[in-house]
Structure formats: C-alpha cells, structure tokens
C-alpha cells in the first residue's frame, strides 16, 4: 500500500508503542470519552433520533475513524454539522433512508479518497465556510428552544420560521421548572469553562441536573418520558433496507453528506496539525472517514465525521497516537453495555443547555465578525451562504455560495490584468526578472519567499505547506508580495497561520513589496502595520536590510 494511503496508526506503531504511550492515550481516551458521552446523546436527539444511536455512532465510527484515517490525533462521531441534514432526511425518508444515505456517503468517501479528491477542501471559500457552519449554529440553537423552555409542543416543525411561528403560538405556556432546569445547567457549564477548563462540565451539568429532577421530583420532560422504548448496548449488524426507488431517493443527500463529513475532517485535522505539529494524510483520511460511515450504517447508526472539539480535547489531554481515539470509543461503549439505563434520568432542558454551548462553537462569532470587515464580495458570499443555510437548506447553500465566490474571483482576476504602455513602466528594485537569484547575498538565518500571482483560496493551502516546508527554522523570514495582486480572506487567513506559527518559534516575519489591495485586507485582517505582529518594508532590498539590523540586534543582544 503506499504511504499516503497507509492509517496513521499503522505508522505511529512501526516507530516504537510502549506501554507509557498506551498509558497517555489512554488517559486521553477517557477524558475525551467522558465529553462525548452526553454531546453524543444531545446530537442524536437533535438530529431527529434517539440518544443511542449517537452513542452508536461514537462508539463504532470514533473506533474506525482513528483506527483507519489518516490523522494521528483525529477523534470522530456525530458532529452538530449533521443535524440539519439528518433532520431532513429523517423526516422525508424515515430512519430507514438515512441509514441508507450514510451507507452511500461512505462509499463515495472511500471512493473520494482513493481518487485523490482530500486536497478539493481548499477550494471551497473561507467565507462559505464560516457561513454554513454559523447558520448551521443558528438552526440548533433554534431546534431546542422548546426543549429548554418545555413548551408543550409535541413536534416542531424543521423550517425555521414556520419552527419559530410554533414556538410564539404556545410561548405564554413554557415551564417554570423546565427553563430553571435548562438555565441551571447552562450556567454551571458556562461557569466551569471559566473557573475550571479541565473539568467535563457537560457531564457534571448533565449529572447535577438530573440528580435535581430526581431529588426534587421536578415535572420535567427526560430522555426516559420521551423514549421509554430505548434499546442497551449495541445492535446486531445488519444491510439497511434497499430498494433502487430509495436509493434515487436518499442519493441527494447521500452526496450532501458525503461532502459535509469531508470538509468537517479534513477542517478537524488541520487543526490537530496545528495544535500538535503533526501533518495528515488527507487522502487517508477520506478511505477512513468513508468506512467509518459505511460500518455505522450498518449498526443503524448517524453520520459521523471527525469533531473538532473532541479531537482538540484529545490533543490537550496528552493523546500520542490514533490509539486515544480508539480507547474513546471503547470507553463508551462500556458504558452503553453497563450503564445505559441511566440515561433515562437525564432532563432534555440539560440537554438543550449542551447544544446550546456546541452551536456557539460553531457559530464562530468571532471570525463571523472579522470576514464582516472585509471587502464587498466576501462579505456578500458570508452573509448569502449563512441566509441561505438558516431559510432554506445546506445544500443550496454551499451550491450558490461556492458560485458565487468562484464568479468574484473570476470578476476580480480580469481587474488584475493591467496592460501598460511601456512608458507607464519605472524601475523598481523589487520587480527582478525570474532568472535573477534571490538567495545571492542572503544573510545568515534569514529565508525568503517571493509570492507570484493572486493569493486567494484556491492556493492558500499550497501557500502554507510550502512555507511549512522550510527546514530549520529561520530567526528571519521574507515573504516578496509585490507579484501578488489580490489576497482575499482565505490567503488572509493563511497568511495570519503561518505569523502565528513563526511567531511560536521565535522568527520575525517581514513582508516586502505589498500592493495596496492586499495590503488593505490584511490591516483588516489584523496583520497590519500598528499591530506589530510583522514588519514592513517599501522593496526586498530594504528587508535584506531590516533582517540584517535584525541579525545585529541578535548578536548585540548575545
């Protein structure tokens, strides 16, 4: 098998596993384990199920997705990105359909991944991106306001206005210890985030609320009042129902489900990257992702993908290899074997206070409100992809606003292109031919990058890998942008990466040449000049000259 598509656990095992590094990971198992347990139950009621299949689809995609992907820190299972399509489907093909639609997106997944399509997620726009995940935000919070408020509504229906036309019709008639309850357990979640990080707060406001419901014999609605036909433990495998009517049917959102789990991966193993120093296999990934869905199909499980939170929990727990995940996943199915009765006892308004903390992570407030301050046409892709996603469905969403990003940067290129007459031509010292060697008369410590060409989303990645690629680190880097004629947010965004990463590592960053376009998205994009963050020169040779006073300076300084 080649290498890129061998599972990282493989090659974590033939560098050397001991039994310290079964000991970390599998710390870092239970810690993770200990916050999937009640997120995954929260996700499955959400999405239009039950607890237990969440807790299916944790126990037996989360084993797959680290035994099989191609991420050393990658944890899977059901995601809140899931629940508005698992809604739909759900609702349009009955449960049947959508164990039939994730068997189908883990075939394309598979057969995604052996094609060579992992590296596709940098082509899909910063903005859309953000704008799907926050609208998707937007219509979880929104699902469980009756849960929380304990209206007496028996289903809601999936659309947001018509959802929220229900909720103001019965709104006088929410309940008292219900929205004490939910309120209760969101502020002791909240609370714990801030005063005792490491805490599993979800599962300490879950046990807290539930122990209150019982204790006080409080009149509120629990998983036991609304499921009281639940299954334990894990099911028999089985091939869902098929007839080719449903397969046709499902199709559709087979491939949206497909392409979520993807970009929700393979966006979960950048940044384990990141945060680990670690690089993935984006192909691997897919192939594993692809049967992790496959396999939860057949135990009548969700979707699942890799999960951004519980990997990064992963990472911050000590995990070393893809093993962590696998002893996650382990951990809780012990749990579903030996103690799924207590599940029971668990309020739906606690519940509701979980997802309510999951969609405020996913909304990404923070990064919503910067790509608000930049230009016209990001701005318009953000705000379109998030209006669309809430009113009418993920699918369209994602399909105009790729579109019609792919149609401002085509608009944006043909400004690019100037002709000029040649006595509109000056000298400049920063516009060398291609032939000319940049590297001659380089200082000691100090590399250089010269940049050719617009830096938007379709390149950012490629951008990042090849400053990554840099060897020893340098006390000085030099990236030449006076070839760059247009940034938008997402070479923004990897532009900001690579500051923060050499930043972490001691080295200086110095962008020479800058025109006045990217230079003006990059103030908004907080690497400006007032921000000290990177340093400025007018043409590569004065930041030849600032990285060798900088040398001086460091020499001084010894």
């Not at 230009?375 to 996603?389: E, K, N």
């Amino acid at each position: 098998m080649p290498e890129r598509f061998t599972p990282k656990l493989i090659t974590t095992l033939r560098e050397g596993y001991g039994l310290a590094d079964f000991r970390a990971d599998a710390i870092a198992g239970l810690t993770v384990a200990i916050v999937a347990l009640p997120l995954a139950m929260a996700l499955g009621i959400a999405s239009g199920a039950s607890p237990d299949k969440g807790l299916i689809t944790a126990v037996v995609a989360g084993f797959l997705i680290s035994g099989l992907g191609g991420s050393r820190m990658q944890v899977g299972g059901p995601t809140g990105a899931f629940v508005v399509v698992i809604f739909n489907v759900i609702a349009r093909h009955g449960y049947d359909g959508l164990v039939l639609a994730t068997l189908f997106a883990g075939v394309i997944l598979v057969v995604a991944g052996y094609a060579r399509l992992g590296k596709l997620i940098r082509f899909v726009p910063h903005p859309v991106i953000t704008g799907f995940t926050a609208g998707i935000a937007v219509i979880i919070a929104s699902s469980q306001v009756k849960d929380f408020l304990g209206l007496p509504l028996a289903k809601a229906p999936a659309e947001f206005l018509p959802q929220w036309q229900a909720y103001l019709g019965v709104i006088r008639q929410w309940s008292v210890p219900t929205l004490l309850i939910g309120l209760g357990a969101l502020g002791l979640i909240v609370a714990l985030k801030k005063a005792a990080p490491r805490w599993p707060g979800y599962l300490i406001a879950v046990v807290a609320a539930s122990a209150a419901v019982g204790l006080l014999g409080l009149p509120v609605d629990t998983i036991g009042s609304r499921f009281p036909d639940m299954p334990s433990g894990l099911p028999a495998p089985a091939l869902p129902a098929f007839t080719l009517a449903k397969a046709q049917a499902v199709m559709p959102s087979a491939f949206t489900i497909a392409f979520l789990a993807g970009i929700e991966a393979l966006l979960s193993a950048v940044v384990a990257d990141g945060m680990a120093g670690t690089k993935h296999r984006p192909n691997q990934e897919l192939v594993g992702q692809g049967v992790a869905n496959i396999a939860s199909s057949l135990f009548g499980g969700l979707p699942a993908t890799g999960a951004i939170a519980r990997t990064a929990t992963n990472i911050r727990a000590g995990a070393r290899t893809p093993v962590s995940g696998m002893c996650h996943a382990a951990f809780l199915l012990l749990f579903v074997l030996f103690a799924g009765g207590l599940m029971a006892y668990v309020p739906m308004a606690a519940l509701a206070a979980i997802l309510f903390m999951v969609a405020l992570g996913m909304s990404e407030y923070r990064r919503f409100l910067r790509l608000l301050r930049l230009p016209g046409g990001d701005r318009a892709v953000l705000l379109l992809t998030f209006a669309l996603t809430v009113m009418v469905d993920l699918t369209t969403a994602i399909a105009v606003g790729v579109t019609l990003a792919s149609l401002l940067f085509m608009m944006r290129m043909s400004e690019a292109v100037q002709v000029e007459g040649r006595s509109a031509i000056q000298a400049d010292p920063d516009l060398d031919d291609e032939d000319v060697d940049q590297r001659k008369g380089l200082p000691p410590g100090v590399e250089v990058f010269r940049i050719a060409g617009p830096l938007f989303f379709g390149v950012a990645g490629d951008l990042l890998d090849t400053l990554r690629n840099v060897g020893q680190k340098p006390r000085v880097v030099i990236l030449r942008l006076r070839r760059v004629p247009f940034l938008d947010a997402s070479g923004a965004a990897a532009l900001d990466q690579f500051v923060r990463q050499a930043a972490a590592g001691g080295t200086r960053v110095i962008i020479s040449g800058a025109q006045r376009q990217p230079l003006f998205v990059l103030t908004r994009a907080g690497l400006g000049r007032r921000t000290g963050r990177v340093d400025y020169a007018p043409d590569y040779p004065a930041a030849l000259a600032m990285a060798e006073s900088a040398g001086t300076e460091v020499t001084g300084a010894e």
